[in-house]
């Protein structure tokens, strides 16, 4: 792999330069591509060592020229038709995934085995890990990273971060459930185990609040084994008073503690929230 990824980034200082007619390119950045498609690569993931977030520019390079190296073309699946640079993914059953028809995976995302996409998208370079349930309408962005047994209920928007290719996109850990209408973006990150109130705003410039102490604990980053609602914080301007949003962590679970279901609406339904 190291020596692919060498290509690639030879490839890159030259992109301005690439197109269609580049077959030679193509094949090359198609291979890493492949990687990402079947799993055997990431563009992101968490050091278990440092708990940082590591991007491998290199893929995400490796995306922005398969664009370039591409030409449309016309696609029918079924009574629909499509206009695209990319394909959509494939071997679903062989893969051990559930698609529903009216969802979509682009080819370049990984699924990994149990996954279950209801009507939904998935976009390039993103992976959603072994028992995620991706639900309906719900959206991962191009890069996005869910982990394993992770729950993204009914309109979630997942934003995706493939530009600048340093910037870390967004990281959803294992065994995190995400309420329904939830938007995470800009490289906002959710601990493991976490529950996301539905209507939940995240992003990098959203404070993340302990409700206990009012600490503001971090900026976008939802930390493990807790409930974190959609919530709002005055603030003074010159033209007035003002409620910007923040995110409230309202309860701290066990490690290793199941989501169950009527336990977490009885905590929610107390603060006046649901999942």
Same mark, same amino acid.
């Given at each position: 792999?190291?020596?692919?990824?060498?290509?690639?980034?030879?490839?890159?200082?030259?992109?301005?330069?690439? *197109?269609?007619?580049?077959?030679?390119?193509?094949?090359?950045?198609?291979? #890493? $591509?492949?990687?990402?498609?079947?799993?055997?690569?990431?563009?992101?993931?968490?050091?278990?060592?440092?708990?940082?977030?590591?991007?491998?520019?290199?893929?995400?390079?490796?995306?922005?020229?398969?664009?370039?190296?591409?030409?449309?073309?016309?696609?029918?699946? *079924?009574?629909?038709?499509? #206009?695209?640079?990319?394909?959509?993914?494939?071997?679903?059953?062989?893969? +051990?995934?559930?698609?529903?028809?009216?969802?979509?995976?682009?080819?370049?995302?990984?699924?990994?085995?149990?996954?279950?996409?209801?009507?939904?998208?998935?976009? $390039?370079?993103?992976?959603?890990?072994?028992?995620?349930?991706?639900?309906?309408?719900?959206?991962?962005?191009?890069?996005?990273?869910?982990?394993?047994?992770?729950?993204?209920?009914? *309109?979630? +928007?997942?934003?995706?971060?493939?530009?600048?290719?340093?910037?870390?996109?967004?990281?959803?850990?294992?065994?995190?459930?995400?309420?329904?209408?939830?938007? $995470?973006?800009?490289?906002?990150?959710?601990?493991?185990?976490?529950?996301?109130?539905?209507?939940? $705003?995240?992003?990098?410039?959203?404070?993340?609040?302990?409700?206990?102490?009012?600490?503001?604990?971090?900026?976008?980053?939802?930390?493990?084994?807790?409930?974190?609602?959609?919530?709002?914080?005055?603030?003074?301007?010159?033209?007035?008073?003002?409620?910007?949003?923040?995110?409230?962590?309202?309860?701290?679970?066990?490690?290793?503690?199941?989501?169950?279901?009527?336990?977490?609406?009885?905590?929610?339904?107390?603060?006046?929230?649901?999942?």
């Amino acid at each position: 792999m190291a020596d692919l990824q060498s290509q690639i980034e030879e490839l890159w200082t030259r992109a301005a330069e690439l *197109g269609p007619s580049h077959t030679g390119a193509l094949v090359t950045v198609t291979e #890493a $591509i492949t990687l990402l498609d079947s799993g055997e690569a990431r563009v992101a993931e968490v050091d278990p060592a440092t708990d940082q977030v590591v991007v491998h520019q290199w893929l995400k390079h490796a995306i922005l020229m398969l664009f370039r190296l591409r030409a449309m073309e016309t696609m029918e699946v *079924g009574p629909f038709e499509y #206009a695209d640079k990319l394909p959509l993914k494939q071997n679903y059953a062989a893969a +051990g995934v559930r698609v529903v028809p009216g969802a979509s995976a682009r080819w370049g995302s990984f699924l990994g085995s149990g996954v279950i996409c209801m009507p939904s998208y998935v976009n $390039i370079g993103a992976r959603v890990g072994a028992g995620s349930m991706v639900d309906t309408w719900a959206t991962v962005g191009s890069c996005a990273q869910i982990g394993e047994q992770v729950h993204l209920s009914g *309109g979630v +928007g997942i934003g995706g971060v493939l530009e600048p290719a340093q910037a870390a996109p967004v990281i959803i850990e294992d065994e995190v459930m995400i309420g329904s209408r939830c938007m $995470i973006t800009q490289g906002a990150r959710v601990g493991r185990g976490s529950v996301v109130g539905e209507g939940t $705003i995240l992003n990098p410039s959203i404070p993340v609040i302990d409700a206990e102490s009012g600490e503001e604990l971090s900026r976008g980053h939802v930390p493990p084994w807790c409930v974190a609602v959609q919530a709002s914080r005055r603030r003074e301007f010159p033209g007035g008073e003002f409620f910007l949003p923040c995110v409230l962590v309202i309860r701290r679970l066990t490690e290793g503690q199941r989501h169950d279901k009527a336990q977490l609406n009885d905590i929610l339904r107390h603060h006046g929230v649901s999942v």
